[in-house]
Structures are given as structure tokens and as C-alpha cells.
């Protein structure tokens, strides 16, 4: 079991920045990477970035890329989501959340085991 928790939400102004954090506890011995999902009221969740423990690759949608930006500390087993240039649709609730095999596919959140709870992100124009 693996077990998520997202901090760092918010509220931000139009080109301001925020910064969300994930903390994992548990097995996360198993964990081979993790992503970044995010849910606008009223449409469908979307997977925005990953990142991979042992090697720190990482991937972004097309949305943020160029925004954002993904990181680790493994030795706190924390996640990082650096959000800058941020814009009224990027308004919504972020998730972390680990898969159950060992590939972190963006597209796929059928893919993922375990969810936090979110943290709110809220931008104004």
C-alpha cells in the first residue's frame, strides 16, 4: 500500500506561480514513478506529468509543458509540481498518484492504484 498526500494548493493571480508537494509513505520501495493528474469542474481528469524514481525522466502534456515543472527528493519520497505562468484553466483540483504496474502513462489513469485526496488550485485572470 501505498499512501499520497498533496499540499501546496491554492490560490494565484494570472502569470503568478504556486508549487504542490506530494508525500508518499508506505511501500514506496515498489514505486516507479509518479504523475500529476488534474480535474477542471465539470470535464474529465487529465494526466499533466511524471516523473521516474530511478532516473528522474520525466513527461508532460502538451497543456503545461513549458510550465511546468516535475521533481523528486526520493530521500524525503516527495513530489514535486512547480507551476509557473499559470493561467485561469489551469483552475481545478491536482492529484498525485502512483500506478500499479511500473509505467507512468499520462494518458491512462486506469493505470494508477493509488490517488491522493487533491489539493484545490484556484487562478484568476
Same mark, same amino acid.
Given at each position: 500500500q501505498v499512501h499520497? +498526500?498533496?499540499s501546496g494548493g491554492g490560490s494565484a493571480q494570472a502569470a503568478g506561480s504556486l508549487r504542490l508537494s506530494c508525500s508518499a509513505s508506505g511501500a514506496t520501495y515498489d514505486n516507479p514513478c509518479m504523475a500529476w493528474f488534474r480535474q477542471a469542474p465539470g470535464k474529465a481528469r487529465e494526466g499533466i506529468a511524471a516523473i521516474y524514481s530511478e532516473n528522474g525522466v =520525466? @513527461?508532460? &502534456?502538451? @497543456? +503545461? &509543458?513549458?510550465?511546468? =515543472?516535475?521533481s523528486q527528493d526520493n530521500a524525503k519520497n516527495t513530489v514535486y509540481l512547480q507551476m509557473d505562468s499559470l493561467e485561469p484553466k489551469d483552475t481545478g483540483t491536482y492529484f498525485c498518484a502512483a500506478p500499479s504496474g511500473r509505467l507512468c502513462w499520462l494518458t491512462d489513469e486506469t493505470e494508477y492504484r493509488y490517488w491522493g485526496q487533491g489539493t484545490q488550485v484556484t487562478v484568476s485572470s
Amino acid at each position: 500500500q501505498v499512501h499520497l +498526500v498533496e499540499s501546496g494548493g491554492g490560490s494565484a493571480q494570472a502569470a503568478g506561480s504556486l508549487r504542490l508537494s506530494c508525500s508518499a509513505s508506505g511501500a514506496t520501495y515498489d514505486n516507479p514513478c509518479m504523475a500529476w493528474f488534474r480535474q477542471a469542474p465539470g470535464k474529465a481528469r487529465e494526466g499533466i506529468a511524471a516523473i521516474y524514481s530511478e532516473n528522474g525522466v =520525466t @513527461s508532460y &502534456a502538451n @497543456s +503545461v &509543458a513549458g510550465r511546468f =515543472t516535475i521533481s523528486q527528493d526520493n530521500a524525503k519520497n516527495t513530489v514535486y509540481l512547480q507551476m509557473d505562468s499559470l493561467e485561469p484553466k489551469d483552475t481545478g483540483t491536482y492529484f498525485c498518484a502512483a500506478p500499479s504496474g511500473r509505467l507512468c502513462w499520462l494518458t491512462d489513469e486506469t493505470e494508477y492504484r493509488y490517488w491522493g485526496q487533491g489539493t484545490q488550485v484556484t487562478v484568476s485572470s
